[in-house]
Each structure stands twice: as structure tokens, then as C-alpha cells.
């Protein structure tokens, strides 16, 4: 069986044709982890999330557009952490009621749907004398635009928000309290975030 020598897979054209196709590829190759939300970034210009129905679209970009408060996130409604220590924090907390009184606006936001967060708002504040309101994302889309999503598929079920507390004014993020490990209950707790 005789062989014959192989040509050069790469000519100069081809070599030439390849070459941005591989310094895109180059440029989106990343050792490092994407940055989450961080201070001075603004809100997500969205109009995705969902209070009491599928139908009632809020934007918090435009909601925060000239106020103070804050933007709570939690990985599920009805959980464990979520609704027996993070949002009764703040709910409880007297900072929360200032914030409200002068004009602020308190926002809890997770991956559900609407209807479950409203059942979950009946439910931490049945009378909703607190003033926070709270908000399904249901696809997500506002909780990626942050890159505050993390994937859960044993526990949650697909891809849930990190927990977190940002402080906002005039639509920008002044402070961003994010669990290191998505779910705890530590940097994000309204004692650390309003003292």
C-alpha cells in the first residue's frame, strides 16, 4: 500500500478566511467569571415583571427613576429562608418604614410567576401594611440582565435568582448585597443592609 504525502490542511486563503471567526471565538472565551450587578450600574430597562397578574407589567428602571429603596431578591417564594427570615426583616425593620414614608419604594422580586408571589404577599403581609411589593420574573429575563441567576434544577426546578438586597437611587445601584453563596442568609439580611 503506497502513501502519499499530505498537503497542508491551511492555505492562505482559507488561513485568511478563518481568522476572524477565530479572534471572535478568542474574544469570548473568558477565564474568569462574568461580573454580577454592581454599584453605578443601572436597573435593567425592562418591562417584565409581574405584580398581582400576568398583565400588570412593571419597570423598575422607571419606577426608581427619581426615588430611593431597595430591590430584594429572593431564589424561591414560599422558602424556608425566604419566609421566615429575609423578607420579615424587612418588612419588620424601622428603616423600611422610612424609606416608604418619604416616598422610597421596597420591592421583592423572584423567578415565579405572579400569581404565586401574590399569594406569597397575602401571606407575609396579608393587610399589606408593609408597603413592599412583591414581583414575579417569570422567565427570568430581569434576573439575567442583573447576572444574578444562578441554575437549581434539584431544588428549584431550572433557574432561580441569587439572594440579594440592592440599595437604589435614581434607578442606579448604590449598593449591591449579594450571597457569595447564592442562597445564604447572610450579606443580604436587613440588619447588615439598613443597620
Known amino acids: 500500500m503506497a502513501f502519499r504525502a499530505l498537503r497542508p490542511l491551511t492555505t492562505t486563503a482559507s488561513s485568511a478566511a478563518r481568522a476572524p471567526a477565530m479572534a471572535a471565538a478568542r474574544r469570548s472565551f473568558h477565564a474568569s467569571p462574568r461580573a454580577l450587578v454592581k454599584v453605578g450600574d443601572s436597573l435593567p430597562n425592562l418591562e417584565v415583571l409581574c405584580e398581582a397578574s400576568p398583565g400588570n407589567k412593571v419597570n423598575l428602571l422607571d419606577e426608581f427613576k427619581s426615588t430611593k429603596g431597595l430591590v430584594i431578591?429572593?431564589?424561591?417564594?414560599?422558602?424556608?429562608?425566604?419566609?421566615?427570615?429575609?423578607?420579615?426583616?424587612?418588612?419588620?425593620?424601622?428603616?423600611?418604614?422610612?424609606?416608604?414614608?418619604?416616598?422610597?419604594?421596597?420591592?421583592?422580586?423572584?423567578?415565579?410567576?405572579?400569581?404565586?408571589?401574590?399569594?406569597?404577599?397575602?401571606q407575609m403581609d396579608p393587610v399589606k401594611e408593609s408597603g413592599i411589593r412583591f414581583l414575579g420574573d417569570p422567565t427570568g429575563e430581569f434576573t439575567r440582565a442583573l447576572d444574578l441567576g444562578f441554575d437549581a434544577p434539584a431544588i428549584f426546578g431550572g433557574m432561580r435568582g441569587k439572594r440579594y438586597a440592592l440599595v437604589i437611587e435614581d434607578g442606579k445601584v448604590k449598593e449591591a448585597h449579594v450571597e457569595p453563596d447564592n442562597t445564604g442568609t447572610n450579606v443580604s439580611l436587613a440588619e447588615k443592609v439598613l443597620g
Not at 420579615?88 to 416616598?103: A, D, F, N, S, V
Open 73 to 122: 431578591g429572593v431564589p424561591a417564594a414560599f422558602s424556608g429562608a425566604c419566609s421566615q427570615q429575609h423578607v420579615p426583616g424587612y418588612i419588620r425593620h424601622p428603616k423600611t418604614k422610612e424609606i416608604l414614608g418619604m416616598g422610597g419604594k421596597v420591592v421583592v422580586v423572584s423567578v415565579n410567576d405572579a400569581f404565586v408571589m401574590n399569594a406569597w404577599h397575602e
